[in-house]
């Protein structure tokens, strides 16, 4: 199931609790010892951020895979940080090893962050607030730029985050993306309802995709109704992207919402009504587009406000997928108005930390 830990950090008695979650996490992920301590320490840290900068926020920590498609059944720990605060305005020197403003912090800053942690990356603009994403796995990921799979003209990055109702410890929401050959699909699922039954419809649509990733979104969509006819049904949109003909291919069912960026402007993906497991549409319609190297998908359940508007920064697809659902996430809602439902975005960019100059065949 979707097991998320959600806590809100407005004082210093909470940042205990972000630990102590981050630790469970990881023992849900069968992490080592070492991977735990990583994990406590930054999760101290955001924690501390958060009431010592931003005049708090909240800690999100979600069992994800690392945002490379390629490592999909790697064990990992995402803690995301996400706050409503003043923003750095400075975060070249925030990110440098050591760097603190705070004299009762831990010393070890957003730096030490970065560099214990399997992957990390920073979003803050000023006066909007900052997100933080820390993922934490058994062994470091390889830093630096890295050569595109054979066969594919674009490296590629998925992640998301999910939230529960009320801090619930199960989401009915869940996303999960497969690589079969040169296709990515992302899928983004939302099982009818809250707690425990819509997050066994989500998990047994997780569960699934890993069994059908080779077919395309429509045909993955029916294969999806038949494994969830015994529970109680779901929202599902899926998404899959060709990595050798740039060609992104989009199909849904529910109210999924999806956005997808490219030449700098958005375009919706509408999903068809119906229920996957209960009232399959007798045609589900494809919508398909081309992919450049500035595209941005984003998909999303219905716990996000119809009335969200996609990011206006244009330097946020150089970001990690995790960070960028967080701001979308975070700017759908606000500090006065939280959101009020299972809440879960995903997200689909071209990886920028592929080498421009390889040109594998």
């Known amino acids: 199931m979707s097991r998320v830990w ?43 951020n958060l009431v010592k900068h931003a005049g708090g926020g909240r800690v999100l920590i979600n069992l994800a895979a690392p945002s490379d498609t390629l490592a999909e059944d790697v064990p990992c720990v995402q803690i995301a940080s996400i706050d409503h605060g003043p923003g750095i305005e400075n975060v070249s020197a925030a990110m440098r090893d050591g760097h603190t403003t705070a004299s009762s912090s831990l010393g070890a800053g957003l730096g030490t962050c970065r560099r214990v942690a ?113 529970t109680r049904g779901a929202a599902v949109g899926v998404a899959q992207l060709d990595e050798d003909t740039d060609r992104l291919s989009f199909a849904g069912v529910g109210n999924i919402g999806a956005r997808l960026r490219t030449d700098g402007t958005w375009h919706p993906l509408v999903s068809h009504p119906g229920i996957v497991g209960a009232h399959f549409p007798a045609t589900v319609p494809l919508r398909e587009n081309a992919w450049a190297s500035d595209s941005l998908l984003v998909l999303h359940s219905d716990g996000l406000p119809s009335r969200w508007v996609p990011p206006g920064d244009s330097r946020l697809g150089a970001h990690d997928p995790a960070v960028v659902a967080a701001v979308v996430l975070r700017d759908a809602g606000s500090a006065a108005r939280p959101l009020r439902d299972d809440a879960s975005v995903a997200v689909l960019a071209p990886d920028p930390r592929t080498d421009p100059h390889d040109r594998t065949p």
């Open 6 to 48: 959600d806590i809100p950090v407005q004082d210093s008695t909470r940042v205990r609790d972000v630990r102590v979650a981050a630790e469970a996490a990881c023992a849900r992920a069968g992490l080592d010892a070492h991977a735990t301590a990583v994990a406590a320490l930054v999760a101290t840290e955001l924690g501390t």
């Open 118 to 230: 399997s992957e990390f990356d920073l979003h803050s603009r000023p006066g909007r607030g900052t997100v933080a994403v820390a993922r934490i796995t058994p062994a470091r990921a390889p830093r630096g730029p890295r050569p595109r799979e054979a066969g594919s003209r674009t490296g590629t990055r998925a992640g998301g985050i999910t939230t529960s109702l009320a801090h619930a410890e199960h989401s009915g929401d869940a996303f999960s993306r497969v690589r079969s050959g040169p296709r990515i699909t992302l899928m983004l699922v939302d099982g009818l309802g809250h707690g425990a039954k819509a997050a066994e419809a989500s998990t047994a649509a997780v569960e699934e995709l890993r069994l059908c990733a080779d077919l395309p979104p429509a045909e993955i969509l029916r294969r999806l109704h038949t494994a969830l006819r015994t």
